[in-house]
């Protein structure tokens, strides 16, 4: 297969066979050297034969894709993308392949999670098929520890997943404080990247300057956390390649370039929207935004297309299939109007036109969710009520997570005062809660339910717990989703039948779902930005300072529980 295909590249390249397309009369950036030059390209199947200024593999049946008076730039990669939020993978690829992007570098962890290794694969071999290409990270280990997690990430399955063709690299690894404290359980799956030649794929939020140079010794080789310009640097100086970053949570993206716009040392600098909500990339696009921005900031233009093309395809060994238009590459092209206006007038990915003046001229598969997620895999599979005393908290003093951020919050001891809601994480089969208060969240909520929460479980929060009951058993009818109760009436409710973290729609109709999410929690006092991941880091345990878990309340910088969670009996 690969002989016969580069057999056919060759002898298209030297004009002795017709090319199946011809990109004729543009103007190529050459990510490679910096030059811009007149430069026609022809395309054999899905990758690009020749590029140059013969014709002579022009035949009568080769379709000729006008490019005159266009830049040729090559497709944009996202190095770091969790495709999962609302919107499927799929949905996402439809919407973004338009505005350039023409592969993603994805975490597997949700599909893992709620779909097993089966699962996963066969959403992967799916999405495989479609013009947007999908590379996978490979987490080594879940969310948040729990029960039973080396045999879900066991090693044999860790092991064949690197092993694959769309496997791009390890990651990502967020418990940085275990590769600190040497846990060999962790160095041993860590090493499964290294044995089948793959990278890992740093989380290193709020390490400090002392703790960076063992996450760099453990072998960490790029990171996408830094939140300031002196973050980005000192992993930079350690040769920890870097993925800046532009997400709805942290648009930082203008403050991460400064130290590299003053150095100009770009090689090893890459850019993100990690996991950006739908309503976010509706608003401002995705990697095309990234490229904007960058040149805003002063990046010279040819580095900034680098950015996104050929320093992530470096970085991930994949530069002889991605990240460049010359021959024996993918044929994932964008003909922009101007190399100042990075969203393009057409696409071409897998060597076909895919996309023209923002609009999509091809189908994307959607893979078979329903089988990919089961009501079983995703534990949403038990009946069972919620009773209003069982959130409860009392009189006396309790943990109370108080919110001084979208996503950081501090712990308080004390009584429950005004204004402070109650909160919990319930078990999706209904085998355990954990309750605490919650202060600076939207205080005049009275109940929302929702399984957007990155331990796949079900968080409740609100002022009323009968309110924030009925939201948990509206939410387990629905199999998933959100829910928000005002008094005993449902004022939304958002079903995301697949795994309780997504539905089919497409991405702006989820936006826009989201968008009246926001502006219902802000209309209850909701202050912050993003209220997407509040919901889903409330049980994220590697974010400071507090947490619900599994486990009970969680002091993430103590390592302690400050309250335990309750075992419950399924009703
Ligand atoms: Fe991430």
């Excluded at 962890?109 to 996963?120: K, M, P």
């Amino acid at each position: 297969m690969w002989a016969r295909e580069r057999i056919e590249l060759v002898a298209v390249s030297r004009g002795a066979r017709p090319a199946d397309r011809y990109v004729r009369g543009g103007l190529l950036l050459n990510v490679y050297t910096g030059e811009t030059y007149p430069a026609n390209v022809a395309v054999r199947g899905e990758r690009i034969a020749y590029v140059g200024l013969r014709d002579d593999m022009v035949g009568p049946r080769t379709e000729i894709i006008d490019a005159g008076g266009r830049t040729l730039v090559p497709g944009y990669i996202e190095p770091h993308a969790h495709p999962w939020n609302l919107a499927t993978p799929a949905a996402l690829a439809r919407h973004v392949l338009p505005l350039g992007t023409t592969a993603i570098f994805g975490d597997n962890l949700t599909a893992y999670e709620l779909g097993g290794l089966r699962g996963f694969e066969s959403a992967a071999a799916a999405l495989a098929h479609g013009p947007l290409r999908f590379y996978w990270l490979i987490r080594p280990h879940g969310q948040s520890p729990a029960d039973g997690e080396s045999r879900r990430f066991s090693r044999p399955a860790i092991r064949r997943m690197l092993g694959k063709p769309w496997s791009a690299a390890m990651g990502e690894v967020t418990r940085w404080p275990d590769v600190l404290a040497g846990r060999r359980d962790l160095f041993d799956r860590l090493a499964l990247a290294s044995a089948a030649g793959k990278r890992i794929e740093g989380h290193t939020a709020g390490a400090g300057p002392e703790k960076l140079p063992g996450l760099a010794a453990a072998g960490f080789s790029s990171d996408h956390e830094p939140i300031s310009a002196a973050e980005a640097i000192e992993r930079a100086r350690l040769g920890i390649a870097l993925m800046l970053r532009q997400s709805s949570l942290r648009p930082d993206l203008r403050a991460l370039l400064a130290p590299f716009v003053k150095a100009g040392g770009f090689e090893r600098v890459m850019l993100t929207t990690d996991g950006s909500s739908p309503s976010f990339i509706a608003r401002h696009g995705f990697v095309d935004n990234l490229v904007r921005l960058a040149i805003e900031e002063g990046v010279p233009p040819a580095t900034a297309y680098r950015m996104v093309t050929l320093h992530p395809a470096s970085y991930y060994g994949k530069d002889a299939d991605l990240g460049g238009i010359a021959p024996g590459r993918y044929a994932d092209i964008l003909l922009l109007g101007d190399i100042l206006e990075p969203r393009p007038a057409a696409v071409i990915a897998r060597g076909r036109l895919v996309a023209r003046d923002g609009q999509s001229t091809v189908a994307f598969p959607e893979p078979p969710w329903r089988r990919i997620f089961t009501p079983r895999s995703t534990r949403l599979d038990r009946t069972w009520r919620l009773a209003a005393e069982e959130l409860e908290l009392g009189e006396g003093t309790v943990p109370v997570l108080r919110l001084v951020s979208a996503v950081i919050t501090q712990l308080d001891e004390r009584p429950l005062r005004r204004g402070d809601l109650h909160a919990a994480l319930l078990d999706r089969r209904g085998e355990w809660i954990t309750t605490a208060g919650l202060s600076g969240f939207a205080p005049e909520l009275d109940g929302l339910a929702t399984t957007l929460s990155t331990d796949c479980q079900i968080l409740a929060a609100g002022r009323r717990p009968e309110a924030m009951a009925q939201a948990v058993n509206r939410l387990l009818e629905m199999k998933g989703g959100l829910v928000v109760v005002d008094g005993r009436r449902v004022a939304f409710e958002l079903p995301l039948p697949l795994g309780g973290l997504m539905a089919t729609g497409p991405l702006l109709e989820m936006a826009r779902r989201e968008d009246e999410l926001k502006s219902l929690l802000a209309a209850r006092g909701y202050a912050f930005h993003d209220p997407l991941f509040t919901l889903y880091f409330m049980a994220a345990d590697f974010l400071p300072s507090v947490r619900l878990t599994g486990r009970g309340v969680w002091d993430v910088r103590r390592a302690r529980v400050v309250s335990p969670s309750r075992r419950r009996r399924s009703r």
